[in-house]
């Protein structure tokens, strides 16, 4: 290869980015700290049910679950189209990491493998309690999921 010494910077710049990636963890965990927080996202995606954390699913499932919003989940959650593209972007930059090998990203997080893992211990009847009513439903349990924490000392069962 010949490259011209004034693309070295970007070369490598190009380098360590793809470098960073390969050496990241390979999982969506949720156990970091809250990612920022965007007011568009917050408003739409909030309304129905909690603003879910952009960390908790991969950058691939954030975006076929925008491009799905007209039938999301049996609702209708379709937004003018500028505003979608501005909160995939949000949630885009902000997504968890993708398990290696995973070809269709999940568009649910408590479908993906480290949910199932975190949660063995609650009983599948418990998720479908009157209190509870499904496992979406992540502020019934996480008394501070509203504001992106989901910690362990945090959690209280109805
Ligand atoms: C009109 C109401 C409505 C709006 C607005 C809405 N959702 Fe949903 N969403 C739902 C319903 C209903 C479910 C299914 C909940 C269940 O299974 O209990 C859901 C489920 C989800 C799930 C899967 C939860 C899981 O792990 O089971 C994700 C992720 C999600 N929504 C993201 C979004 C995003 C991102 C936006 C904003 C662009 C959004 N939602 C806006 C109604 C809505
Ligand atoms: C039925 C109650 C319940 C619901 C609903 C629930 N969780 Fe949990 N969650 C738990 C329990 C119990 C644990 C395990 C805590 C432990 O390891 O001691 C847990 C663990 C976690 C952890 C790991 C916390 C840590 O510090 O190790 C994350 C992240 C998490 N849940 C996210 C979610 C998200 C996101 C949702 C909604 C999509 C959700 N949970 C819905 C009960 C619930």
Known sequence: MNIPVRMYPL??????????????????????????????????????????????????????????LGDHFGSDASLEPQRAAAIEAFLVANAGRSKDGVTAPPLRITETPWFRGEHDEVATAKWRSPAIGSPANCGACHTQAERGSFDEDEIRIP
């Open 11 to 68: 070369v490598i710049l190009v380098t360590a980015t793809l470098l960073a990636a390969a050496t990241a963890p390979a999982v969506a965990d949720g156990k970091r700290k809250p990612s920022p927080a965007d007011p568009a996202w917050q408003e739409e995606c909030g309304s129905c049910h909690i603003a879910y954390p952009p960390r908790l699913l991969p950058a691939g499932s954030w975006q076929r679950l925008m491009q799905g």
